[in-house]
């Protein structure tokens, strides 16, 4: 564990310590009720695990994320939010400062703060790299505080660094206790002697089960409720890490595990049945944990038999289930799910990943992928703007000029991309903006397009 994760622990302990005793408070309330995080992949994935994991059931800060950049969605948490939002701390976090997604969910969240005649810098908090776009305009704009990401954190790996400890704090979880569990399994995974190292086992697990090429698909089964997210978590952290087109040694590989699960008992009445009778295509993790309840407060529903008894032997029973149709499982048994052994278990699989890569030659720390996808998607956007010069300019003619896809296409100088042009046509007619189509979208040969009205100074600035 490096000391600069305690050094920024720290920070938040004290942080905390400053909101909730509204030293650091709203302008117009006494004291903040709500976070909003605005972040996406492990920006959220992270908080949003333990918040569901740790979280009290009355926390001094209530926890929503907006992690999409999808209008609606959006949309709902700030209505969820209400007259709330005058007490809402926001927390942006994006390490570059610049993804999409994240800028995307800040403009719409300052958007309603100035529809409300709210300061959103007087309740804004950045967590993001120093010297970012992020960091810069909270600095210039006066936000309430900037936390650091340090360059060598990429999202998937931050939940142990200020992007899960900050909103893990102001919900009352003990960072600390986080942190000592993953100092303890970070000296466990120090090991040479295999056997003795759980982060080395569960790698060597994963080669031998997927042999070693990803053959088998990860179904990770935890049985406890406050678990729920720990396969969502799992899957950006595995996948991104270990979806790799090419090995270290530039040779053309295609590695990678796909992870994919929900929860136990639910599954038993979900996917099980193929688990153990169809296709012979995945591995199993059970994630075991031994306390029910916590100490006085468990009673027998029958004699001898409590619901967590009922529980455990779903659990057990169907690892032996599994195992007399030669499935192959793997079980992690924690004592009880505590900011001690989820820290734990964060730092477990981060090790892993990272074994497991040096295992199959693959650099564990890039995305290139990923990259890939958002250039994509600003190629997308690009492409639009183009789209909407050509109606412009079509529309200004007397009488206007209707024109057909084809005729789009080829005025944007884009005769290949006539597709993904009507699909821009497409969604920006359902959302009516300003753009008329004629014609069956079933049949997109019939279909002219032109603008509802002429912008000359669009066209002409």
Request: net charge negative; hydrophobic share 40%; aromatic share 8%.
């Amino acid at each position: 564990m490096d000391e600069s994760f305690f050094f920024v622990a720290n920070i938040l302990v004290v942080s905390e310590v400053e909101f909730l005793t509204m030293q650091i408070r709203p302008p117009q309330k006494e004291r903040f009720t709500q976070i909003l995080s605005i972040g996406i992949g492990g920006s959220a994935l992270g908080p949003q695990f333990v918040a569901e994991a740790l979280a009290p059931d009355n926390p001094p800060l209530k926890i929503r994320f907006i992690d999409n950049t999808d209008p609606a969605g959006i949309d709902h948490q700030i209505a969820q939010l209400g007259s709330e939002l005058e007490s809402t701390l926001v927390i942006v976090v994006s390490k570059s400062g610049g993804t999409p997604e994240t800028r995307n969910g800040l403009l719409e969240v300052q958007k309603a703060f100035r529809e409300a005649g709210l300061d959103f810098a007087k309740q804004g908090v950045a967590i993001t790299q120093e010297n970012s776009l992020l960091d810069n305009t909270a600095r210039i704009e006066g936000w309430l505080a900037r936390f650091p990401m340090f360059d060598w954190v990429g999202g998937r790996t931050s939940e142990m660094s200020a992007v899960g400890l900050l909103a893990a704090a102001l919900q009352g979880i003990d960072i600390k206790e986080m942190l000592a569990g993953a100092a303890l399994m970070d000296e466990a995974n120090r090991t040479k002697l295999v056997r003795d190292n759980p982060a080395a086992l569960l790698a060597l697990c994963w080669y031998w089960a997927a042999d070693g090429v990803g053959s088998k698909d990860m179904v990770v089964l935890p049985y406890k409720d406050s678990l729920l997210l720990f396969s969502r978590y799992l899957q950006q952290l595995v996948m991104e890490s270990l979806g790799k087109e090419f090995d270290l040694d530039g040779n053309r590989v295609n590695q990678g595990l796909s992870v994919y699960g929900n929860k136990g008992s639910t599954d038993q009445h979900a996917y099980i049945q193929q688990l153990r009778d169809g296709v012979h295509n995945f591995f199993v993790t059970f994630i075991e944990v031994l306390r029910d309840r916590p100490p006085g407060h468990d009673w027998e529903l029958e004699p001898g038999v409590t619901c967590g008894d009922y529980l455990f032997g779903f659990l057990q029973g169907t690892r032996s289930a599994l195992y007399a149709n030669n499935r192959e499982s793997i079980t992690v048994t924690v004592q009880e799910v505590t900011p001690r052994s989820v820290g734990a278990l964060v730092a477990l699989y981060e090790r892993a990943v990272g074994i497991y890569a040096s295992l199959v030659n693959i650099n564990a720390y890039h995305q290139p992928g990923v990259e890939a996808g958002k250039k994509a998607a600003g190629e997308v956007l690009a492409l639009q703007k183009r789209v909407l010069a050509v109606l412009n300019e079509a529309s200004c003619q007397q009488p206007i000029e209707p024109l057909t896809l084809e005729e789009i296409a080829d005025r944007c100088h884009a005769p290949e991309e006539i597709e993904m042009i009507y699909k821009i046509i497409a969604h920006m007619a359902a959302n009516d903006r300003a753009l008329i189509a004629e014609g069956s979208c079933g049949t997109p040969k019939t279909v002219k397009v032109f603008l509802g009205e002429c912008n000359v100074d669009d066209m002409y600035p």
